[in-house]
């Protein structure tokens, strides 16, 4: 049986599909005088921007991915599921307080800031070392075997484990540091947030395909 619906699993295809389609096409239609390697992807979706009304349904889509994918995502840790919505909600929220045509925007900064925050945190808080599943066994002694169900440890799905899901937030992080660097001092912060954004977005991907594939061992006679 598998551990996660197959909805999860086009869901958090999805998710790094939209954000690269979106910011793709929003930067075509943007023009030559976008630099996609020092302007940053919130300026797609600023107001007036020529691919505003593409780059801010992306970032809706994106969002609800990350939504589902955390709702059916079962295997994760309630918190990091939890982590993983909060993350979603708030690209979700970058359409009601977008990046103005010029100068800051304090709520759109606090956006951007508590979604990232929580999409680099979330596969840490998700980490299973062990996950339980029944198992049917026949009571001992009995002439008719009777099925009775009993609990059996096995190890979680490989991107639930502490070491990667560590390493993946690790990286996350110094991401989110290269982005500051790049954006007050190397003038290469678009190169530096789709990385980031990227890797994100693809991290759930990674979780769900290790619980498919986890669920198909399962399967197997122990």
Known sequence: MRSVPWWVLFSSVCAPILLVGG????????GPGYDPASATISILASDGAAGYWVMTPALLALGA??????????PAAPFGRAALAGGGLSAMLLALFPAPASGGSF?????????????????????RRR????????????????PTARPSDRTAPWALRPAPSVTAAALMWLGG??????LYTLDTAGAAERVLT?????????????CFRHGADDGRPD
Do not use: I, K, N
């Not at 709520?107 to 840490?124: E, I, K, T, Y």
């Open 23 to 30: 910011w793709a096409v929003s930067a075509h239609l943007q």
């Open 65 to 74: 991915c990350h939504v589902v994918t955390a709702t059916g995502l079962r």
């Open 107 to 127: 709520a759109h900064g606090v956006v951007v800031a508590v979604g990232f925050s929580l999409l680099a945190v979330w596969p840490v808080l998700a980490v």
């Open 131 to 146: 996950v339980s599943r029944r198992r049917v066994v026949a009571a001992a002694g009995d002439t008719w075997p009777r």
């Open 177 to 182: 540091a290269w982005f500051l660097l790049a």
């Open 198 to 210: 990227f890797a994100q977005s693809f991290w759930p991907l990674v979780v769900v395909v290790s």
